[in-house]
């Protein structure tokens, strides 16, 4: 029922409706444009998936059955890819909490805060991968080099999410703590810590979570773990080995995020 | 009698608001209760902020603020131990302003951060001294058995009690309250004012209320100073106040006539607006 307004009334009001102005318009040409323009650019050519679709068969094949007589090793590698994971991201968290807080323009002042802020955007614009490299020709090969590489960058990434949920909290509470004479360190820790400490735990976990898929393939460049053994079997064509490793990381991966989420459920 | 707060030359303009304070000076001595009323940007909230040094005078004016015998704030520059000053002043928010996540204990424990080392303020190591006093201040406004809930499950009666806690705990010798009772129900409401006048009978502390609702200001304070666009309207003894000068300080539409006089412990409170998030800076 229109409730006695006449439909005359109703199609003025629907007539209205704000219309789609020419900017609206203007911007999505310039996407689609854009998007028509980056098929140039990254050589799109899907018709090869089908034209080539037997030789990516009997590519895929090769990796059936899963090799799996070395599963001991790939194991033993695979709990060391995670304990490069804990570590990096062990460490980063450590990190991020000063840092982050040094990168928050409602704590810091501007002369401490841009500063920490460029660095830790270097930090996080630069690839794990390319961090691995480079800490492969600085601390040797092996997981120590995995290990710093993905504590370089997450402490990049962890501390801009630290300094964001910092930077959205209640003030009141921690003008609340101020009023009692407390000093920066103790409105710090009871005023901005309780607010903000299950956003950071989430983050954490939800950063674990991505250390160990990166640290996968860290090894590919010689930083330790079970990249090694996937690169190496990869590079002498051993592919029902390749495959094996494959089915390991897909399950440990899979068996660590469903954990991490259920733990991060808890504290969001 | 010593005086407990001296405020000379207060002047305080706002670039994004109305609210400011014209050269305001005004004289309390220790153990008075007094209530600091006015319409709605009156400038009664900034005043008690600038008691407590969280907000700052013109740094141009000639003010000069004193609590307890302890600078304050001079001509809009804080004083250099601000930070141990204000731990002799016990302030409570009208948005009670606890640590939602932590616990009622924790919270009141708070209050006594300044009388600690910092080795044990900053590990949260509280002693047995310390939790026995705060467990006495919870006995005094009655929420002892409310210890180790988290102060977000407390209801806003509850947790304006536990701030008050917080300022006993503080062994202040002023309280500054800040709208306290604006957004309780009556039955909290008149609780919490019965607190703020035992402390203030009991203990002698120096108590500064800024309210909403005049008969909340005349049935529990000594002493009324009301405030209007920035000035003081009227400062005087509660039994002096007559409806006229209400009338004259709120207009026309809001008389001390609306308000039986044997009702006023009863009558239901104005809901104050809240006051505008601000991006607050933490570095004092």
Known sequence: MSAGYPSQALDQVIAAAPKRSWLEI?????????????????????????????????????FFPPDMTEWRLYMDEMVV?????????????????????????????????????????????INEMVFAMVFVVAVGLGPFAGVMALFIHTTGVLAKLFSEAVEAIEPGPVEGVRATGANIFEEIIYGVIPQVIPLWISYSLYRF??????????????????????????????????GAVMLIIIISVTVLDMTSQQLRKRFS | MD????????????????????????????????????????????FLRHLSGLTLADNKSESNITVCGQNIQRDGHLNKHI?????????????????????????????????MPWHRSCFALFNRDEKQQALAALERVGLADFAWQKAENLSGGQQQRVAIARALMQKASVILADEPIASLDPASAKQVMDILRDINREDKTTVIITLHQVDYAIGWCDRLVAL?????????????????????????????????SEMRKESKPVKSRTSPRRKARYVA
């Open chain 1, 81 to 125: 890819t995670l304990q490069i994971a804990l570590w990096g991201t062990f460490l980063a968290i450590i990190f991020s909490i000063p840092l982050g807080l040094m990168s928050s323009d409602n704590i810091a002042p501007w002369w401490v805060c841009q500063p920490v802020r460029r660095v830790m955007d270097s930090a996080r614009a």
């Open chain 2, 228 to 260: 209007k666009q920035g000035k003081i309207w009227f400062d005087l003894p509660v039994n002096e106040v007559s409806p006229s000068k209400f009338s004259a300080l709120y207009g026309q539409s809001e008389t001390l006539s609306e308000v039986p």
């Open chain 2, 3 to 46: 005086n407990a707060i001296q405020v000379t030359g207060l002047t305080k303009h706002f670039q994004r608001s109305n609210i400011a304070l014209h050269d305001i000076s005004l004289r309390v001595d220790s153990g008075e209760m007094v209530s600091l009323i006015g319409p709605s940007g009156s400038g009664k909230s900034t």
């Open chain 1, 209 to 242: 979570e991505s250390n160990v898929r990166s640290a996968t393939v860290v090894g590919m460049v010689g930083a330790g773990g079970i990249g090694v053994i996937l690169w190496e079997s990869m590079r002498g064509f051993q592919f029902q080995e390749t």
């Open chain 2, 83 to 115: 930070r141990r000053h204000r731990s002799n002043i016990g302030l409570i928010f009208q948005q009670f302003n606890l640590v939602r996540r932590l616990s009622v204990l924790t919270n009141v424990l708070l209050g006594g951060l300044s009388h």
């Open chain 1, 26 to 62: 203007f911007l999505w040409a310039v996407f689609f444009l854009v998007l028509a323009w980056s098929w140039q650019g990254a050589e799109m050519a899907p018709l090869t998936l089908i034209r080539d679709s037997e030789n990516m068969a009997t590519f895929a094949a090769d």
